[in-house]
């Protein structure tokens, strides 16, 4: 079945690092998306990429797509403590109506100042 | 503006006992629903699915059950619950035109 891995599984900055965290899936997608979930919250959704090669930014936070469709990358500039959580990737392999996702391992982000 | 509601907010329960866990959705009709499951410091494994009443699909053989008896309505049971079975329950929910999910706060089952 269809497997995403994200690298790397958890990563400690000091606060105004950079950090990026990578998503490799083991089959083409449709689209992908990117979640944060703060500790002991719930998954939020940041994004979503469709076409290859897409780069989206968000303020400080940068997204982008593979040409192949199958790798993605989230990079953050100048971490603030407000970037703690984890963020996820989720892959999705339709089109149709009923998306279903393959969530990524997450990559926990933690921020000291 | 849509929300979701799931409750309880969290659960401990002995092994071999019932479960029931519910989730609302409001403000949307029709919506495609969600039931994960995320272990301690996990990921998110997709447990059920349901595109409208009545209609469930499961991902992963298991002793969970899920039935949609109304259209914003998404429930989770189990007749007899395992110390496995304890973890972070998140329901969400997905409009047909766009492929992003929205989570409700979650239900942190501990069994004991």
């Known amino acids: 079945g269809q497997q995403v891995m994200q690298i790397p599984q958890y990563q400690h900055v000091q606060e105004g690092e950079d950090f990026t965290t990578y998503c490799n899936s083991s089959t083409t997608l449709s689209n992908i998306q990117w979640y944060k979930q703060r500790p002991g919250g719930h998954p939020v959704f940041l994004i979503q990429l469709v076409k290859s090669g897409e780069v989206k930014k968000q303020k400080r936070l940068t997204f982008q797509f593979g040409e192949a469709k199958k790798n993605s990358s989230l990079h953050i500039t100048a971490t603030q403590t407000t970037d703690v959580g984890t963020y996820f990737c989720?892959?999705?392999?339709?089109?149709?109506?009923?998306?279903?996702?393959?969530f990524g391992t997450g990559t926990r982000l933690q921020v000291t100042l | 503006s849509q929300t979701i509601h799931q409750w309880p907010a969290t659960l401990v329960q002995p092994v071999g006992s019932p479960l029931s866990l519910e989730c609302t959705v409001e403000?949307?009709?029709?919506?495609?629903l969600y039931w994960y499951r995320q272990a301690a410091g996990r990921g998110l494994q997709l447990l059920f699915y349901?595109?409208?009443?009545?209609?469930i699909s499961s991902e992963v053989p298991q002793n969970l059950s899920a039935s949609r008896p109304q259209d914003r309505q998404f429930i989770l049971s189990s007749k007899k619950l395992l110390l496995s079975d304890s973890g972070f329950y998140l329901c969400a929910w997905q409009t047909g035109d766009q492929s992003e999910q929205y989570f409700g706060p979650g239900t942190r089952l501990t069994v004991t």
């Open positions: 989720a892959g999705s392999l339709d089109t149709g109506t009923a998306s279903k996702l393959t």
């Open positions: 349901s595109v409208g009443i009545g209609q």
């Open positions: 403000g949307t009709s029709n919506p495609n």
